[in-house]
Every structure is written in structure tokens, then in C-alpha cells.
């Protein structure tokens, strides 16, 4: 049976008068269009319509091994599969391989890089977001996001002795623990490492983890790839060197080989609350006749001396010390990938960048919807709910969206999902397994709030926050098993207090307790 919601596809490129190139007409798509083939795009997911999935990326993400851990924490990997296993999958579902260069709202259509147009009824914007680097267009500066710019990092760390890492988020700490045989001069804003997960107590925790050899058995990589290579592209689908493919998501390092062209394991110095002044060419730096510091040394503290080796680049920092090396890994965040929907479209943006959506996904356009890093939540949340740029919600959001469409075309209402009543995260840092629930970091809550800890050196770090006697969050790094506990404790307001430091008391099977 032909797929209803595959458009026709005349010739890939526009079709031509004289020397005039003209637009080829709208083809009427299905009902809902999504553009972006990652975590968010796939996850929308509308069993009985028709569905255009427009995606500048070959591959599209799959979940697999999808496991709720309890009521809002997940965990799943992801794999990259070819778009023809989705439509496979789903006869309902039509993939475009081409990026969309313009959004024309008014007129309810997309136009794609080939010269396409689709009309949509319901049109959902999952591009996600773009890392944000420090300095823009400078070859010694590389951003990480999907596994092509993974793997020019591979192959760029296998001929390096030194390298910088800027930023404290998510990729810092990664990588921070992950290369090998290399110098790392992490450069930080913040006092501690982590700063975007972690309070000085947990990162003090792990920092003796990063210093250490590592003693861990590497664990075997979930990523499958679908190589490209070999695969000839249809004229026209060209992906504009604008667009990145999908983000990365956990384990994305594990299949690669993070090793410099050294003999030791970890070599890592930490400069605290600086942030780059300048990067220098190595033929500027010589004509700026500025010094340059040597790798410092443990036992030497701040007595560091003048480097004699010559570097391909040099970064300045705003403490006045001046390290080379052989490339910058800029992991200082990301910006929404807005550009292509901007012209003509007054969407309302949020401080961050992002497509502004309301409780219902919903963009300031009409029949316009986003979800994943793209977007900005701009609800009223949880008290226990902020936004992070991350695989989970990404997913939870793209799956929210689908269900707000539905509704919306059937003039139906529908309540808010549930899972965004508590903020959970699962993770891996520095091979602990990682569970961030609610107001973790005391997020927007002021100094009204206190906090108790449970530590075992090199076993676990337990840490929640509490106001009024409430649990409002929690930080569990190792393995801990007070998730669902906690995750229950924070959704259910008990007031906490007559238990006072036996909350956290190792003696005490606090999951009997609060069954
Ligand atoms: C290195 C790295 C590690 C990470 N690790 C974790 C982790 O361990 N845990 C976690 O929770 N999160 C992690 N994240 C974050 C997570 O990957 C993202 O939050 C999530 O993938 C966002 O999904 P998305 O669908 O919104 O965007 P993306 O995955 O970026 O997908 C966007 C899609 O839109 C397409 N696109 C872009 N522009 C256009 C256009 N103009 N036209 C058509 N298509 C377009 C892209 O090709 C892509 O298919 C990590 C991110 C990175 C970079
Ligand atoms: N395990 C995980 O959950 C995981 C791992 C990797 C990445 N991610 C996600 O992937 C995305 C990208 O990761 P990321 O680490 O780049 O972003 P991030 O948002 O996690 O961290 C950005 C870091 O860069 C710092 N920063 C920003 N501008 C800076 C500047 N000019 N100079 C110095 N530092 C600066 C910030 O203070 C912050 O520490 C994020 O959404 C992140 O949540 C998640």
C-alpha cells in the first residue's frame, strides 16, 4: 500500500526557467510535521496519522533497552539507525532527509534545503541545539556534539600531548575523566569541577577519582553506528555544514579511543575560577613575546616555569597564565538551533535562546509546537522541575508534544505529564553511577533551606536538600539505592522532621522505613 503521508518527490533540485531558479510548489504533507531526528523528533510518536519527519541527519536515534527505573527516572540507550528502519517500523511515518532553510508560519510551510515545500497543520521543531564555543571559527577550537565532531576530537587527541578543556558542565567532567595519555589543563569559572551537577562537597568527592589512575575495566560501548560511508547522497540532500547531526548521549565516549600520544594514564591540572582572555596563533604568540607556563607539577604547586616547547596555540586566561597546547575543547554549553525559523516569524524567545513553549509544548505561532534542547520551558514548573538541556527530557518533552498535538486537532485537553512534576537524571561521572532528583543544588532556593550528607570515601556521596523539614532534592553518587525512596519523599511533601540526621543514618534501611 503507498504510504499516504509520503509526499511525491519530484526531481531533487528546483525546477528551472531561463537562468531563474523557482521554488518547487508546496506538497501537502501529512497532518503533523516534525523537523529533527534525534531523541525529541523520534519520540514523537502519533500511532494513527501521518507524519513527515524532516531531518538534516542520515541517521535518526533509536531508543533501545528502555528501562524505568521508578516513577520518573529512566534510563535507556540510544542507537543511530538508518531513517528507512523507522519507516520500516512505522508505515505511518515518511523521513526527509534534507535540512529545512526557512519557515514560512503564516502560510503553514517549510522549505527544504533542496527546494522542497511541505505543508503542515501541525508543525513540531525538535532541531536541538548547537555547542556554543568560546571562539567561533578557529580551527584549534572544537566543540563536541554528535559523532561526527566525536570523532575529528578522536582523531585530532590521537597526535596531541597537551590539551585545554574549557567549561564545567557535562562534557568537562566526561572528558576530564576519560583521555588518556595526554595533559589536560581544565580551565574552570567556578571554585569546583561540575559546577552545572555538583556542589564543592560532591566534587571534592570525586576529585580524588580524577586524580588516581584508573583502575576501572573499561565497560563494553551500547552505541551502535550506521556508517555512511560508501552511501552515495542524492543530489540536493547535501547537509548544509550549518546543520550537526543528532547530540550524543550517554556512553558516547565508549567506543571511542580518547588517547593522546602519551605513555601515562590521567595527567590533569585544574586552574579554578578563570575563564579565557585570549587564544593565540602560535605566530602571534611569538610576536606578542609573552611567556608561556610548563605543565605544573604536583609537588611543585604554583611554581610552575617558562615553557620551551613551541605550541600550535596558546590560551591567555583572565588569572594572567598563559598554557599551549595542540587544540581548545570549548564544552561551554549550547544554544538552541533557531536560525533556519527565524525569518519572517516573530516567535517569542526565551533568555537562553530557546523557541518559548507553554505547558502544552507550544511555541508563541500558531499550530507551531517544540520540544528538546531547542526549546525553552516556559511554564509555571513543579516545585521540584527545571529545565536541562538533556537526552531524557528531550524525549519526554518530544512524547508530551505529540500528545498536546492529538489533543489540540481533536480540540480535546489534556494535563500536564507527570513526569514533569520531578526533575531525575541518571547518569555516570568518573564510572559512579549518578542520580540527580529535584532541587539537587538548591536551585531558586535561597539560603532558607539546609542540608545533610552522607559520605563513605570512594564509596558513596549522599547529599539532600531540605526546607522545612521537606525533602526538595537530592544528589546519590554511587550505588546507593535511595532513588525511589527519595524520589517518593520529595513527590510526597512528608514533613521529615521528627527523623532529623536518621534520614541519612547508614544503621537505619531507610527504604523499610518509609515503605
Ligand atoms: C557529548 C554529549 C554527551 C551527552 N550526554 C548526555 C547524557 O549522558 N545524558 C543526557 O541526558 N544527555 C546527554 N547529552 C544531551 C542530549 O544529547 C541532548 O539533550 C539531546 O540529544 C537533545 O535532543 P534533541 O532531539 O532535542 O536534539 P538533537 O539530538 O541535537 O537532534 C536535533 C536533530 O535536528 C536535526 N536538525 C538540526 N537542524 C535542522 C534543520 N535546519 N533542518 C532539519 N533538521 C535539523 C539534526 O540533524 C538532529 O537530527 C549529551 C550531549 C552531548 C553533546
Ligand atoms: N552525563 C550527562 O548528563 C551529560 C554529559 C555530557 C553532556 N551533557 C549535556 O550536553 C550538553 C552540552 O554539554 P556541556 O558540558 O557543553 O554544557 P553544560 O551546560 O553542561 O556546561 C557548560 C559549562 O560551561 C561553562 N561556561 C559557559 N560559558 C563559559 C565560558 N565562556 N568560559 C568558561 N566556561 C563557560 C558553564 O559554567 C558550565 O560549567 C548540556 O546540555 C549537558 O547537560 C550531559
Not at 88 to 102: L, M, S
Request: glycine share 8%; net charge negative.
Amino acid at each position: 500500500m503507498q504510504n499516504p503521508a509520503a509526499p511525491r518527490r519530484q526531481s531533487a533540485s528546483p525546477q528551472k526557467f531561463g537562468n531563474m531558479e523557482v521554488a518547487r510548489p508546496p506538497q501537502t504533507a501529512g497532518k503533523f510535521v516534525v523537523v529533527g531526528g534525534g531523541i525529541a523528533g523520534l519520540a514523537i510518536h502519533f500511532p494513527s496519522e501521518e507524519i513527515l519527519l524532516v531531518t538534516a541527519s542520515p541517521v535518526i536515534k533509536a531508543v533501545t533497552n528502555f528501562k524505568q527505573i521508578s516513577k520518573v527516572l529512566e534510563e535507556f540507550d540510544v542507537e543511530e539507525q538508518p531513517s528507512t528502519m523507522l519507516e520500516n517500523r512505522f508505515p505511518n511515518i515518511k523521513v526527509i532527509e534534507c535540512g529545512v532553510k526557512q519557515l514560512k508560519s503564516e502560510e503553514h510551510c517549510i522549505l527544504t534545503e533542496d527546494g522542497s515545500q511541505y505543508v503542515y497543520k501541525k508543525l513540531c521543531l525538535c532541531a536541538g541545539a548547537k555547542p556554543k564555543l568560546i571562539c567561533e571559527g578557529n580551527p584549534y577550537v572544537l566543540g563536541i556534539r554528535d559523532t561526527d565532531s566525536a570523532q575529528e576530537f578522536q582523531k585530532q587527541l590521537m597526535n596531541a600531548k597537551r590539551i585545554m578543556i574549557i567549561g564545567n558542565g557535562g562534557i568537562a567532567l566526561e572528558l576530564a575523566y576519560e583521555v588518556e595519555g595526554c595533559e589536560v589543563i581544565w580551565a574552570i569559572k567556578d571554585k569546583a569541577i561540575g559546577n552545572t551537577f555538583f556542589d564543592a562537597g560532591a566534587a571534592e568527592f570525586l576529585t580524588s577519582k580524577l586524580i588516581a589512575e584508573k583502575p576501572e575495566a573499561k565497560i563494553a560501548h551500547k552505541r551502535t553506528r550506521y556508517t555512511t560511508e560508501g552511501k552515495k547522497k542524492e543530489a540536493g540532500t547535501k547537509i548544509n555544514a550549518g546543520n550537526v547531526g543528532s547530540a550524543l548521549g550517554p556512553d558516547w565516549h565508549e567506543g571511542l579511543n580518547l588517547k593522546g600520544t602519551r605513555e601515562f594514564s590521567h595527567k590533569i591540572h585544574i586552574e579554578t575560577m578563570c575563564e579565557v582572555k585570549n587564544i593565540y596563533l602560535q605566530k602571534d604568540f611569538r610576536i606578542s613575546k609573552k611567556k608561556s607556563l610548563t605543565f605544573p607539577r604536583d609537588d611543585q604547586n604554583e611554581l610552575v616555569t617558562t615553557d620551551k616547547e613551541i605550541w600550535p596555540v596558546y590560551v591567555e586566561l583572565t588569572n594572567e597564565k598563559i598554557y599551549g597546547c595542540d587544540f581548545i575543547v570549548s564544552a561551554t554549553g549550547v544554544t538552541p538551533n533557531i536560525e533556519p525559523f527565524l525569518c519572517g516569524n516573530n516567535f517569542d524567545l526565551g533568555e537562553d535562546g530557546g523557541l518559548r513553549v507553554d505547558d502544552h509544548m507550544h511555541t508563541s505561532l500558531p499550530d507551531i509546537y517544540a520540544a528538546g534542547d531547542i526549546c525553552t520551558a516556559s511554564w509555571q514548573p513543579s516545585p521540584f522541575w527545571q529545565q536541562m538541556r538533556l537526552w531524557t527530557q528531550a524525549r519526554q518533552m518530544g512524547w508530551y508534544a505529540a500528545k498536546c498535538m492529538t489533543a489540540a486537532s481533536l480540540g480535546e485537553s489534556i494535563d500536564m505529564d507527570f513526569s514533569f512534576e520531578l526533575f531525575a537524571h541518571v547518569t555516570k561521572f568518573f564510572n559512579y553511577k549518578v542520580v540527580l532528583l529535584g532541587k539537587y543544588n538548591a536551585q531558586s532556593l535561597g539560603s532558607d533551606h539546609e542540608l545533610m550528607l552522607r559520605c563513605t570515601k570512594g564509596q558513596e556521596y549522599i547529599k539532600v536538600v531540605m526546607q522545612n523539614g521537606r525533602m526538595m532534592g537530592a544528589v546519590l553518587i554511587g550505588e546507593t539505592n535511595l532513588e525511589e525512596t527519595f524520589e517518593n519523599l520529595i513527590l510526597n511533601q512528608m514533613n521529615l522532621s521528627s527523623y532529623g540526621e536518621d534520614l541519612l543514618d547508614p544503621n537505619i534501611d531507610i527504604e523499610d522505613y518509609f515503605d
